[in-house]
C-alpha cells in the first residue's frame, strides 16, 4: 500500500501515476480534492482577475461614454458562482481519480512521525508515503494578525463581503493580485 498525503495536483497525478503502475494507492484528503490551486490560489485568483479585467474595461468604456454605468460586483454572489464551478471541478477529479484506481479518504488528516505515517490518530501501515502537502500562508508576526476581519489568501473565502477599506500586507504576486482584484471590486487598497 502507498499513502498519499494530499489530493492536490501534486499529490493525485503521482497517486494516479502509482496506481497506473499497479501500484495498491490510498489518496488522503483533509478537505477537498483539487488542492489549493482550484479552491484557494492559481484558479481563484485568475476568476477574480477576469472579472476585475471586466470592471476595468468597462470603467473605461464609461470614460469615453460608450456606457452610462458600471455595474457594481456582488462579492457573495462571485463568491456562489466560484463555490459551484469549484464543487462541480472537484466531483470531476473525484471521479477520474477512482477511475485511475485510487481509493480516495475523505475528511481524514494523514501524518508522518518518524518512519510511522497516521491517518487521523491511526497508524496504517504504508510501503512508501508520498507527502504532497502543499504550501501555508506566510502570517507575519504583527500584532493585530488574529483579529477578525484578517484573512489569508487561504481563508478569504470566510469574507462575507466587499470590505470598504482594505490592507493588503505582502509583496509577491498573490498579493499584487488581490490587491488589484479588490481595488476592482471597490475596495479602497492602502
Not at 10 to 39: F, N, P, S, T, Y
Not at 53 to 75: C, K, N
Not at 162 to 168: G, H
Amino acid at each position: 500500500m502507498i499513502i498519499v498525503i494530499g489530493g492536490g495536483p501534486a499529490g493525485r497525478l503521482g497517486a494516479m501515476r502509482l496506481a497506473g503502475g499497479g501500484a495498491d494507492v490510498r489518496l488522503i484528503e483533509k478537505h477537498k480534492i483539487g488542492g489549493q490551486c482550484l479552491h484557494d490560489r492559481c484558479m481563484t485568483v485568475c476568476a477574480l482577475n477576469d472579472i476585475a479585467r471586466l470592471l476595468d474595461h468597462a470603467r473605461a468604456l464609461e470614460g469615453l461614454g460608450v456606457l452610462d454605468t458600471v455595474p457594481g460586483v456582488s462579492y457573495p454572489a462571485v463568491k456562489r458562482g466560484m463555490q459551484r464551478i469549484q464543487e462541480r471541478l472537484a466531483r470531476v477529479l473525484d471521479a477520474e481519480t477512482r477511475r485511475a484506481g485510487v481509493e480516495v479518504v475523505y475528511g481524514a488528516e494523514g501524518r508522518l512521525e518518524g518512519a510511522r505515517v497516521y491517518v487521523d490518530d491511526e497508524e496504517v501501515r504504508a510501503d512508501a508515503v508520498l507527502a504532497a502537502t502543499g504550501s501555508r500562508a506566510a502570517i507575519p508576526d504583527i500584532p493585530g494578525v488574529d483579529l477578525p476581519g484578517v484573512y489569508t489568501y487561504q481563508t478569504l473565502h470566510e469574507m462575507d463581503d466587499l470590505p470598504r477599506r482594505m490592507v493588503v500586507i505582502g509583496g509577491g504576486v498573490v498579493a499584487a493580485e488581490f490587491a488589484h482584484i479588490f481595488r476592482s471590486f471597490g475596495s479602497e487598497i492602502d
